[in-house]
């Protein structure tokens, strides 16, 4: 009693700041958190086991000191599969883009993308099939990779090309199916989205096909050309028959009306009269363009006109 050490601390302060330390160290390791988006699983060293359902972030909870906690992000991740094929890849891709052969063989390369999630109720049998975490990699992609060549083998490269909607249906059923079939998984995947990024040709075959397009638009114009010079040709015509015809009907009403005019003056003068005034008309139209006229007459009433040489 009074005893003390030789710092001047009684063991009993040393003991209970001991106990203290422990309690405290005890306490902080009770105590976890996830955060928002995630889930926890205690894994448990000494009973060997799981927690069956996990933590839902955000939250504390408690959990025996030793067990440890696996933190799972569950809402949306996802894998890109896009680039070059082969070794070549986009930097911001999970994985290159997939090769794929079209139903004539035609070597295609396929980019991708799957979202996900995943049901914070299954993530158990996950962690318990990967306790690596790694079922986006090894599972995940290899199934898309693997459907996205046995759905583009039953398309020609212009089906792929052309019905671009159809494949891209066919892939995120195909795809969606297969990752919940899959054993290992156990349907924790969820909210499955797969999106057709683009379709690759071959540059010979982009080639091929815009030379094809070029040819085709040059029949086209050829085409619209001729179509162009025969409606022009029969415009010209139509316009030409309209002419003539118009042309013939003015000659035709201007020869009516001096026909009228004529006999109208036959009537009014005679026809003595209408043929002087017929020979009149001529000299005037003949001395418009000559200088001289030499004027006979033969006893009659005939007027003789000559014209001289010069």
Do not use: C, H
Not at 101 to 129: C, M, Q, T, W
């Amino acid at each position: 009693m009074g005893y003390r050490d030789e710092i001047g601390i009684s063991k009993f302060t040393l003991t209970l700041a001991g106990v203290l330390a422990v309690i405290l160290l005890v306490g902080v390791l009770s105590f976890a958190s996830v955060g928002v988006g995630e889930a926890g699983l205690v894994v448990d060293p000494l009973s060997g086991t799981v927690s069956d359902r996990p933590a839902i972030g955000p939250k504390w909870f408690f959990k025996s000191p030793l067990a440890s906690v696996k933190k799972i992000r569950y809402t949306m991740a996802t894998l890109g599969m896009w680039g070059a094929s082969g070794n070549a890849s986009d930097p911001t891709a999970d994985f290159p883009g997939i090769q794929a052969f079209s139903a004539e063989g035609v070597d295609l390369d396929i980019d991708i993308s799957v979202r996900f999630s995943i049901d914070p109720n299954e993530l158990k049998i996950l962690y318990v099939n990967y306790p690596a975490l790694n079922w986006e990699k090894t599972t995940i992609a290899s199934i898309a990779r693997e459907t996205v060549r046995f759905v583009i083998k039953d398309y020609g490269w212009e089906d792929i090309r052309d019905q671009r909607e159809t494949v891209a249906y066919q892939l995120q059923q195909r795809i969606t199916e297969a990752i919940k079939k899959e054993p290992s998984l156990k349907g924790a995947i969820i909210n499955i989205e797969v999106d057709l990024r683009n379709v690759g040709l071959p540059q010979e075959l982009i080639n091929s096909v815009n030379a094809k397009v070029a040819a085709k638009e040059l029949m086209l114009k050829a085409e619209y050309d001729r179509l162009a010079t025969l409606t022009y040709a029969n415009a010209t015509a139509q316009a030409q028959i309209i002419d003539a015809k118009a042309d013939a009907l003015s000659r035709k009403l201007r020869a009516e009306g001096e026909a009228l005019a004529i006999e109208a003056l036959i009537d009014t003068v005679g026809e003595d009269g209408w043929k002087l005034f017929y020979q009149m008309q001529k000299l005037r139209e003949i001395s418009e363009n000559t200088d001289t006229l030499i004027l006979t007459m033969d006893g009659s009433d005939d007027l003789s006109i000559i014209l001289p040489t010069d």
